[in-house]
C-alpha cells in the first residue's frame, strides 16, 4: 500500500489549544530551512527574545523558548529550581497544579498542597496560611489561568504572598500569555512558563520562559545537579545567550521558531494591551450569545478567563453528540471537560488568532443549530 501526503481538514480551533495559527504563521513557518548556528538564525534567536521580554513584560535576561511544549516549560521550572529536600507550596484549583505536584516530588521535593475547588480561584488566605504553617517552603507555584475550569487567580496578589514568606515563585502562564494581563517585573514574579499553541496562537511545541536574577541566583547555588540534562539552564544558556561563543546544546526548531517569531511580531504590531482587549471583548459578545441559548458559565464573573470559558453543558444533551457534531458538520473544535468535570462541561477557547468576533458567531450559530437538533 503506498501512503499519500497527509491533508488535515481545515477546522476553527476554538477549544483549549492549539489555536488557529494564521496564514502569516503558516507561511513563516515553511520558509527556507538553515542552519541554527547560521548568523542569520542567530540573529533572529536574539529577537525571539526580546519580542518575549515585550509579552512577558519583563527585562529579563534568561528569557527564550524551550524547544519543547508547554509541559516542558513547566519541567524547566522545576528541574532547575528544586533541590532534594526543599519544600514547595503548590495550589491547586484544577488538572494542572497535580502536575506541579509530580514535578515537586519527581525532583526530590516535598510539595505542601493548597487545594481550592475546581472553577474557583486560588484562595489567598489558604496560601498565606500554608505559608506561615510551613517557614521551611522556599517556593511557591501556582497556574495563572486554570485551562482546565476557565479560572484566572491573582498571580499579582500570590507572587507578593509568597514574597513575604521568603519564597520565591513559579507560575504557570501557558494560557494567559498574550490572552490576559501579565506583568512579570511589575509583579516580581521569579519563573514563569507557557506555550506557543494558545493565545500566542503559533504551532504547538515552543514554551517560552522566563527567569529573573533571584531564581538565576538559586540555580547557581544549587548543591546539587540539575537532574535533567535538556533542561539544565546552565547548560541552554551556553545556547541561548551571549550570542559571541554559542555552543551546540541542541539543534533547534528551526522552522518551529521562524513561526513563533511571527506570531510575536504580530503581537508587537497589535499592541499587547489591545491584544487582551480583543480577548476581553470577544469573551463579552461570547458571553452574550451563550445566555441566549440559556448556556451558563461555571466560573463566578470576576474570575472568568476570556481566552476559555468553561460552560454547563445543558440538561439532557450528550456532550460527545453535540462535540461530534460540531467537528464533522461544522469544522469547529471546542473543548471537553477534564477529570471530574468530563461530560458536564465544555471548553470554548477564544485564544489568539480564533479571538475574533466572526469566530464567536460562527460558534454560537453552530451550537444553536446542534442543540435545536438534539432537543
Ligand atoms: C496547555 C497547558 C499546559 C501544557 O502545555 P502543553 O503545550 O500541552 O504541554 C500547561 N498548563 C496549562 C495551564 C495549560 O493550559
Known amino acids: 500500500m503506498t501512503i499519500s501526503s497527509f491533508k488535515p481538514p481545515r477546522r476553527t480551533l476554538m477549544g483549549p489549544g492549539p489555536s488557529d495559527v494564521s496564514q502569516r504563521v503558516s507561511e513563516a513557518m515553511a520558509r527556507p530551512t538553515i542552519g541554527h548556528l547560521d548568523p542569520?538564525?542567530?540573529?533572529?534567536?536574539?529577537e525571539i527574545k526580546s519580542l518575549l521580554q515585550y509579552?512577558?513584560?519583563?527585562?529579563?535576561?534568561?528569557?527564550?523558548?524551550?524547544?519543547?511544549?508547554?509541559s516542558a516549560g513547566m519541567e524547566c521550572c522545576f528541574a532547575n529550581l528544586v533541590e532534594p529536600g526543599d519544600t514547595v507550596i503548590v495550589c491547586?484549583?484544577?488538572?494542572?497544579?497535580?502536575r506541579m505536584k509530580e514535578n515537586v516530588e519527581r525532583f526530590g521535593g516535598l510539595a505542601i498542597m493548597v487545594q481550592d475547588d475546581w472553577g474557583r480561584a486560588v484562595d489567598e488566605s489558604k496560601l498565606e496560611a500554608a505559608l506561615k504553617a510551613n517557614p521551611e517552603a522556599v517556593l511557591v507555584a501556582f497556574v495563572h489561568a486554570e485551562t482546565s475550569t476557565g479560572v484566572q487567580s491573582d498571580a499579582e496578589k500570590l507572587v507578593r504572598l509568597a514574597h513575604d514568606h521568603n519564597c520565591l515563585?513559579?507560575?504557570d502562564a501557558v494560557t494567559s500569555l498574550a490572552g490576559t494581563p501579565i506583568y512579570v517585573d511589575e509583579w516580581g514574579i521569579d519563573a514563569i512558563y507557557s506555550g506557543s499553541q494558545k493565545c500566542l496562537s503559533a504551532p504547538p511545541g515552543l514554551s517560552p520562559v522566563s527567569f529573573n536574577d533571584r531564581a538565576a541566583e538559586k540555580i547557581k547555588q544549587r548543591k546539587t545537579r540539575v537532574k535533567s540534562w535538556f533542561l539544565d539552564l546552565n547548560l541552554i544558556m551556553g545556547y541561548w545567550g551571549d550570542n559571541a561563543k554559542r555552543t551546540y546544546h541542541h539543534t533547534a526548531p528551526v522552522n518551529s521558531l521562524y513561526a513563533l517569531h511571527e506570531a510575536l511580531?504580530?503581537?508587537?504590531?497589535e499592541g499587547l494591551e489591545n491584544c487582551w482587549i480583543?480577548?476581553?471583548n470577544n469573551h463579552l459578545r461570547l458571553k452574550e450569545g451563550l445566555s441566549s441559548l440559556g448556556i451558563t458559565f461555571i466560573v463566578d464573573e470576576q474570575h472568568r478567563l476570556p481566552q476559555l470559558n468553561a460552560v454547563t453543558i445543558p440538561e439532557g444533551?450528550?456532550?460527545?453528540?453535540?462535540?461530534?457534531?460540531?467537528?464533522?458538520?461544522?469544522?469547529?473544535?471546542?473543548g471537553a471537560g477534564l477529570g471530574h468535570l468530563a461530560g458536564k462541561v465544555w471548553r470554548i477557547g477564544l485564544m489568539g488568532h480564533a479571538s475574533n468576533a466572526k469566530n464567536v458567531d460562527y460558534c454560537i450559530n453552530a451550537l444553536a443549530s446542534v442543540?435545536?437538533?438534539a432537543a
Open 55 to 70: 509579552a512577558f513584560q519583563t527585562e529579563n535576561e534568561l528569557t527564550f523558548a524551550v524547544s519543547a511544549p508547554g
Open 40 to 46: 542569520y538564525f542567530i540573529g533572529m534567536m536574539d
Open 317 to 334: 444533551v450528550s456532550d460527545s453528540l453535540v462535540r461530534g457534531q460540531l467537528l464533522n458538520q461544522f469544522n469547529l473544535e471546542i
Open 92 to 98: 491547586q484549583n484544577g488538572v494542572f497544579g497535580s
Open 278 to 280: 480583543r480577548h476581553e
Open 169 to 171: 515563585t513559579i507560575v
Open 371 to 373: 442543540l435545536k437538533k
Open 265 to 269: 511580531v504580530m503581537v508587537q504590531e
